[in-house]
Nanobody, 127 residues
Framework: QVQLVESGGGLVQAGGSLRLSCSTS????????MGWFRQAPGKEREIVAA????????YTADPVKGRFTISRDNAKNTVYLQMNILNPEDTAVYYC????????????????????WGQGTQVTVSS
């Protein structure tokens, strides 16, 4: 069974940075499209960024465009989310998600596109 483990969350002041990591021991990581989602209290889960299995295609949601960057290292079975210029509206539980994809160009931008999820990591941005 594939397990995704997020790390790197925490408390940061507005304007600060954090880098989230999502790692797995799965041998087929390089065949998965990956995504980062977040869910704030009382709100629906929303896409933050997504990356194809070969990093050829990247999607970044408008609210974080220019501030957040998704990347992956297939040799380390890890996907990252670099978050800069954080603001209180970024406060949420952040989840990574994975889905096998045969195409190196395929990404998913909806939660239903993914079939494996991490447990989430809390990011809190103070004003």
């Amino acid at each position: 069974q594939v397990q995704l483990v997020e790390s790197g969350g925490g408390l940061v002041q507005a304007g600060g940075s954090l880098r989230l990591s999502c790692s797995t021991s799965g041998r087929t990581f390089s065949t998965w499209a990956m995504g980062w989602f977040r869910q704030a209290p009382g709100k629906e889960r929303e896409i933050v960024a997504a990356i194809s299995r070969s990093s050829i295609r990247i999607y970044t949601a408008d609210p974080v465009k220019g501030r957040f960057t998704i990347s992956r290292d297939n040799a380390k079975n890890t996907v990252y989310l670099q978050m800069n210029i954080l603001n209180p509206e970024d406060t949420a539980v952040y989840y990574c998600a994975a889905v096998p994809r045969s195409s190196s160009l395929s990404i998913g931008i909806r939660a239903n596109d993914y079939d494996t999820w991490g447990q989430g990591t809390q990011v809190t941005v103070s004003s």
